[in-house]
């Protein structure tokens, strides 16, 4: 490997070595939840930033159209499948991701975790539910998360919800977890908005917690979720819900078609290639200021050990990437996945990221995963 680097000042931490798989343009990562819990807690110990994101079928349809909300989940420093329908495709493309984590049952788990006690503060909801989220929160002497406020703006703009007096509120009360509920796009949208002014760890919209906790809301139960049946529980509880699910259902069924099929198929035709674990060789160059990565061989999940340890290496040099496909075989979900992580970066870093030599046969792969925008000149 031959690496030539800048002096570029140290820049934002992206963690290539996050093992995620792309499915239909979201990373998600391929974590259990006790795994995830002891992120959570370990980011917290440290005051380290952590954006969780919790991506389910509805993230996935309206990312696709989306770019900015698409965005917030790519910069996420954790991103786990809340949705059954996430871990079947997963399932039928072989992928590591083997259960469900819902923002509820996360909560719910670090609720009943032992070990030190998590503040937190409850962003959003309807007048009076975060109130009642709070108290029954407090009122419970075994839970491990203690509430130290909250706030609910209502319905304005994110510039009216991001005013010096709110986030000087939620940061005095030096709160471990930040939960927001504003509404999918909106509570993303405010993150990306006021992540940078909060001192606050953890933070992460999980709009229906709040309802759970606060009891104005009843959630399935366990025998429904198992049977991956939750959204016909929610429809019973709040039917103007059915619109959203039955859109959401046309639009998955679609995706299942004409892009999952259709890869599925590709795999089942390239199974050698895909079994082979010779890892993939990089060599980094620099051109015009940013790092080309020029692979060769394999980029599966078995072979890009080599790819992410260079990531690891350039990013604190440079915010432009460049990956040079001319030498690459074959690659799978778990590659296009590390391929989300440098987007990430170089977006962060108002960096650039391009794809050198796209064959055509790669160019159908990044379309099967939605991910063809990766292809597109990004210049942040």
């Given amino acids: 490997m031959r690496v030539v680097m800048n002096t570029r000042s140290s820049l934002a931490h992206v963690d290539f070595t996050r093992q995620t798989f792309c499915l239909l343009g979201l990373p998600f990562d391929a974590l259990t939840m006790p795994a995830i819990i002891d992120k959570l807690k ?51 493309l072989g992928l590591p991701i083997t259960e469900r984590t819902s923002g509820s049952d996360l909560f719910d788990c670090l609720r009943q975790s032992p070990g030190h006690h998590i503040r937190l503060f409850f962003l959003g909801g309807m007048d009076g539910v975060a109130e ?27 510039q009216d919800m991001s005013s010096d007096e709110m986030i000087n509120t939620i940061n005095a009360t030096q709160a ?9 796009k909106k509570g993303q949208a405010w993150v990306m908005h006021n992540r940078h002014k909060l001192n606050v760890p953890v933070m992460s919209h999980l709009g229906a917690v709040i309802n759970f906790v606060a009891g104005h809301v009843k959630r399935a ?9 939750e959204w016909l529980w929610r429809i019973y509880q709040e039917p103007a819900l059915w619109q959203r ?5 046309l639009r998955f069924l679609k995706l299942l078609l004409l892009n999952i099929v259709p890869y599925w198929f590709w795999q089942q035709t390239h199974r050698t290639l895909l079994a082979q674990t010779e890892l993939a060789k990089v060599d980094i160059i620099e051109q015009s200021g940013a790092a080309v990565l020029v692979l060769s061989g394999t980029c599966t999940h078995a072979t890009i050990e080599p790819i992410r340890q260079a990531l690891t290496r350039i990013a604190t040099s440079y915010s432009t990437i460049r990956f040079d496909l001319a030498k690459v075989s ?20 108002a960096g650039e990221l391009v ?24 210049d942040f």
């Fill in 330 to 349: 074959v690659m799978d979900s778990s590659f296009i996945g590390l391929c989300l992580l440098a987007y990430s970066h170089c977006f962060k870093q």
């Fill in 221 to 229: 139960p366990k025998y429904i979720q198992r049977l991956g049946l």
């Fill in 245 to 249: 699910y039955y859109h959401d259902g």
């Fill in 132 to 158: 009642s989220a709070c108290r029954v929160l407090n009122a419970d002497s075994s839970s491990a998360i203690n509430a130290v406020g909250y706030l609910s703006p209502g319905f304005g703009s994110i």
């Fill in 355 to 378: 794809f050198l030599n796209v064959s055509s046969e790669q160019r159908r792969i990044f379309t099967w995963h939605c991910a063809e925008f990766l292809l597109t000149h990004k």
């Fill in 42 to 92: 370990q980011a917290i110990a440290q005051r380290q930033p952590c954006f969780l994101s919790t991506p389910n079928l509805n993230f996935l349809v309206n990312c696709l159209d989306d770019t900015a909300f698409r965005n917030s989940v790519l910069v996420s420093d954790l991103s786990i499948a809340d949705g059954m329908p996430i871990v079947w495709l997963a399932r039928i």
């Fill in 176 to 184: 471990d977890f930040l939960l927001i509920a504003l509404g999918a």
